[in-house]
């Protein structure tokens, strides 16, 4: 059997990728303040960079191929520690866990799922294109502008937001933990600062473009 520890190594790592590629995602969303051709040029960009040598979207498979392998290892590390905390939890003389930590536990698990719904949605809105809100477009700054026109596609992702800033939270100083830096009470200290400047650059950042949006400052 793994041990634990390896499968918290291993989420530890994948969840920092994710953090690598979410800074990046949230500033690439940022260009749209900078109008629609920006954005579409921007768009261009990512899936012509490195040609000739690299194939069309070459880079973009390459981050595409990491962020696969990152979820999977993400998802079945997170299901495999699931389970086996719910299996010490069944031997009778083990006291059943409960207040922070537990409340904790859950709202990763829980969390974590819904971000996971969100994401697939998310391919399916802007990458897929099978689903629409507002009208179907072929620039991609007019699909978000579009999108985020409308009142409900701006909570949609504004919900998403919470869950992911809540994951992201108690997340960073899980990872911190599990590769562990809290070797002082300043350096804890330190780790839930980080934390939440983080947590706080990812959820604003990703949320100024959609409000920007809706309150009709980008045009
Ligand atoms: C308000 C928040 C967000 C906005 C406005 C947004 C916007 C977009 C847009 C416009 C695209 C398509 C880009 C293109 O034309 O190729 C895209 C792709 C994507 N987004 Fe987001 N995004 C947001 C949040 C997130 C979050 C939180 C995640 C991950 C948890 C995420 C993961 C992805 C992925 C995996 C792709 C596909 C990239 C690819 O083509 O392989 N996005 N996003």
Do not use: C
């Not at 194939?55 to 086996?84: C, D, F, Q, S």
């Not at 083990?94 to 697939?120: D, E, P, T």
């Amino acid at each position: 059997m793994t041990s634990s520890i390896v499968l918290k190594t291993v989420m530890a790592a994948s969840g920092l990728f994710f953090i690598g590629y979410l800074l990046l995602h949230m500033y690439g969303n940022l260009m749209i303040l900078s109008g629609r051709e920006a954005f579409d040029e921007y768009a261009h960009h990512i899936r012509t960079f490195g040609e000739p040598m690299l194939p069309e979207k070459g880079l973009l498979w390459v981050l595409r191929v990491g962020l696969i392998v990152a979820v999977v290892a993400h998802v079945w590390t997170g299901m495999a520690l699931w389970r086996r905390a719910q299996q010490a939890r069944t031997t009778r003389y083990v006291k059943k866990r409960s207040g922070y930590g537990n409340f904790y536990a859950k709202a990763m698990r829980w969390g974590g799922l819904a971000i996971l719904a969100f994401v697939i949605f998310h391919l399916m809105h802007f990458t897929w294109q099978t689903v629409t809100i507002g009208e179907a477009h072929a620039s991609p700054a007019a699909r978000v502008i579009d999108s985020f026109g409308h009142w409900w596609g701006v909570a949609i992702y504004a919900l998403a937001m919470i869950f992911l800033g809540m994951h992201l939270l108690h997340g960073i100083w899980g990872a911190a933990m599990t590769l562990g830096l809290n070797t002082s009470l300043r350096r804890a200290e330190q780790i839930r600062l980080t934390s939440i400047v983080v947590t706080t650059i990812i959820v604003v950042g990703f949320l100024i473009p959609p409000f920007a949006i809706l309150f009709g400052l980008v045009d």
